[in-house]
């Protein structure tokens, strides 16, 4: 007779996955919120619109700007937090191919895009930047775009690839996380078409969501087999 049991628990190294992620997502969101309300419900300028109404924005509203770019880079200190935690996790997990070091990586450059993201915001906000206010809004966009969009892509299928093949998450769980993964890579696009900008809010706040859920899914330890 075959039955499961669990391996002896030892200390987790490091924190919770699934609080990381809602932290992560709380940051980001909260920055959306508080920086469109410190606005008086004007939206974020797309960095694809006319100068004159872009360069009004950051000249009236350098709070809102300000505020928005700090909680933008402070999602990004549990955002490596969450990469190095899930890495280690797989590694952990007896996972010996590329995928916890691609999950690694990824999740790496896409917290330091984010941060870079935030902190030129911040630079936005300040009287000193507005004879810079265009280039710096398209470096920012790219930074908190697709700079950090196209790597969370790799964090994802770093974590979906060897959950599928291991066993270590359901499998539409993982199938889910390689669609938006998928996407993720795809938003590589808005570089070159405007009309693929779409693209990023999809893949970056489904992909938050999936980090949340295989936060709390991801197992502490592989179950074994005992005869």
């Not at 810079?132 to 979906?160: D, E």
């Not at 093949?165 to 938003?187: C, D, N, T």
């Not at 949340?212 to 592989?222: D, M, S, Y």
């Amino acid at each position: 007779m075959v039955t499961q049991t669990t391996a002896p628990r030892t200390a987790q190294g490091g924190p919770p996955l699934g609080v990381l992620g809602v932290v992560v997502t709380a940051l980001f969101v909260a920055g959306l919120v508080l920086g469109t309300a410190l606005a008086g419900g004007t939206p974020f300028p797309s960095p694809f619109g006319e100068a004159g109404p872009i360069v009004a924005y950051f000249q009236d509203h350098t709070l809102a700007v300000r505020v928005g770019g700090a909680f933008q880079f402070a999602a990004a200190i549990p955002l490596a937090i969450y990469a190095a935690t899930a890495s280690s996790r797989l590694h952990h997990l007896g996972i010996r191919a590329p995928g916890a070091t691609i999950a690694l990586a990824g999740g790496l450059l896409a917290a330091t895009f984010l941060a870079t993201s935030g902190l030129i915001s911040w630079t936005l906000s300040e009287p000193g930047a507005r004879d810079f206010i265009r280039p710096l809004q398209l470096l920012a966009f790219a930074a908190g775009g697709p700079g950090h969009v196209v790597p969370l892509g790799l964090l994802l299928a770093g974590i979906a690839v060897p959950g599928l093949l291991a066993g270590l998450l359901p499998r539409w769980l993982a199938w889910a996380g390689l669609a938006v993964a998928a996407v993720a890579e795809l938003a590589t696009l808005s570089l070159l078409i405007e009309d693929a900008a779409y693209l990023l809010p999809v893949a970056r706040f489904a992909g938050l969501a999936w980090l949340i859920a295989v936060g709390f899914k991801l197992p502490l330890h592989r179950p074994r087999l005992n005869a």
